[in-house]
């Protein structure tokens, strides 16, 4: 029983394409996010979503567009993907609140070329 | 603002030894600190997790942490380093700025056990 699933694993694609990444949870939880991890393992937060409520990180190009069909789903959609793209995406859910830890998903690694 | 620095980027023990990864805070309040684990080319997982209650943490795997607020640190521990242990160590900070509490990661530590 996955509870944080993503898809594709790995993604290969050219610069300039578009290309989503699918993320479902079921653990009943109500908050969802999105982090990217660079090639320095650095980890960020790319956005959050609550319910109808998304929260933009400012530096996020608005190439990136997630989208949420239902409470159990975030996916995240990429425009024009560029060479610095290429990272591990990472989602994760929590019930939400202040204290509660978030469970992750394995992860996407995305190589643009 | 709140964040987190890890003092060291590698930590390098024999099998058998101690583990200590060293991690500081900044919270303009009480906080909410984790820490996560890595291993090659895998997701996190949650090692434990502090939220105001004891101040001594035990987590999974014989890990265990310790917020002291007048340090403002929150160092890993393991008594006895096995060579699973080998991963990537993230301390992590709640973010209360944020409206949906996201997560804020350090750089990360790298554990090497050699046996």
């Known amino acids: 029983d996955t509870a944080v699933s993503q898809t594709p694993k790995y993604l290969v694609t050219q610069m300039g394409n578009d290309k989503s990444i699918k993320c479902e949870q079921n653990?009943?939880?109500?908050?969802m996010y999105w982090y990217k991890q660079d090639s320095k393992k650095f980890l960020k937060i790319m956005f959050s979503y609550n319910n109808k409520e998304l929260i933009i990180n400012e530096t996020v190009p608005n190439r990136f567009s997630p989208k949420s069909p239902d409470k159990a789903h975030l996916n995240l959609h990429i425009n024009s993907l560029e060479l610095g793209d290429s990272a591990v995406y990472f989602c994760a859910s929590s019930p939400g609140g202040w204290s509660y830890e978030q469970y992750f998903g394995p992860g996407t690694r995305l190589t643009v070329t | 603002a709140q964040s987190v620095t890890q003092l060291d980027s590698h930590v390098s023990v024999s099998e058998g030894t101690p583990v200590l990864l060293r991690c500081n805070y900044s919270s303009s309040y009480s906080p909410s600190l984790f820490w996560y684990v890595q291993h090659p080319n895998k997701g996190l997982q949650l090692l434990l997790k502090?939220?105001?209650?004891?101040?001594l943490v035990k987590g999974i795997n014989g890990f265990e942490a310790e917020f002291k607020k007048s340090e403002t640190s929150f160092h890993l521990t393991k008594p006895s380093a096995h060579m699973s242990d080998a991963a990537e160590y993230f301390c992590v900070v709640m973010n209360y700025g944020g409206s949906q509490g996201n997560l804020i990661f350090g750089k990360g530590t790298k554990l090497s056990v050699k046996p």
């Open positions: 502090y939220t105001s209650a004891a101040t």
């Open positions: 653990l009943g939880h109500d908050t």
